[in-house]
Nanobody, 111 residues
Framework: QVQLAESGGGLVQPGGSLRLSCAASGIMFSINRVAWYRQAPGKEREAVAIISALGNINYVDSVKGRFTISRDNAKNMVYLQMNSLKPEDTAVYYC?????WGQGTQVTVSS
């Protein structure tokens, strides 16, 4: 059974930074693509950043240059470093791999 657990969310002022973490278990993590999604109130869930098993990375245009996705296969972890945060980044952030989803972590950007 695949289990994913996100952490690292919180309240931050505009321009601030957060680092989200996602711990995976029950899956051959290293051979799977991993993605960070987010869902803001009243909006559809969107893919924010994706990293393939080979390390190829894609970002949604709105976070390019500000967010960085990385993975540590030895630890079954994926990270999302978020810099220069904006109020419009406020959302619940989820990680997903192997068809499974975590419970999400709230990120709120507000002064």
């Amino acid at each position: 059974q695949v289990q994913l657990a996100e952490s690292g969310g919180g309240l931050v002022q505009p321009g601030g930074s957060l680092r989200l973490s996602c711990a995976a278990s029950g899956i051959m993590f290293s051979i799977n693509r991993v993605a960070w999604y987010r869902q803001a109130p009243g909006k559809e869930r969107e893919a924010v950043a994706i990293i393939s098993a080979l390390g190829n990375i894609n970002y949604v245009d709105s976070v390019k240059g500000r967010f960085t996705i990385s993975r540590d296969n030895a630890k079954n972890m994926v990270y999302l470093q978020m810099n220069s945060l904006k109020p419009e980044d406020t959302a619940v952030y989820y990680c997903s791999t192997g068809g499974a989803w975590g419970q999400g972590t709230q990120v709120t950007v507000s002064s």
